[in-house]
């Protein structure tokens, strides 16, 4: 049974920087991981993805911000990283780390395309 749970969630000011964690395990066969985000009131974005290959894609808005990492690789337990930098107020929201079997994996995909999800940790970016 996969299991995620994500922590590093915090405060902090503008131009700041975090790191989000998420402890991955039941990883039996590949996956896609990535990491979503969804501010109160608004839809969920889906800003990282990293496929069982490496292969890395991001969201327009956190391009050349945010850093999507995983150790170790394939492993059916592994730690799911976000790091990011420069924050601004609008990356404030629930993170949420998700896994999905492997195929396509990239930022286009819909929240719906990911059937295992944590129980997300806050961000909040203030100005």
């Known amino acids: 049974q996969v299991h995620l749970a994500e922590s590093g969630g915090d405060s902090v000011q503008l131009g700041g920087s975090l790191r989000l964690s998420c402890a991955a395990s039941?990883?039996?066969?590949?996956?896609?991981m990535g990491w979503f985000r969804q501010p109160p009131g608004k839809e969920r974005e889906l800003v990282a993805t990293i496929d069982a290959d490496g292969s890395i894609g991001y969201g327009d808005s956190v391009k050349g911000r945010f850093t999507i990492s995983q150790d170790p690789e394939d492993n059916a337990e592994t730690t799911l990283f976000l790091q990011m930098e420069s924050l601004k107020p609008e990356d404030s929201a629930m993170y949420y780390c998700v896994a999905k079997p492997a195929g396509l994996c990239s930022p286009d995909l819909p929240a719906d395309a990911f059937g295992y999800w944590g129980q997300g940790t806050q961000v909040t970016v203030s100005s």
């Open positions: 039941g990883l039996y066969t590949v996956f896609c």
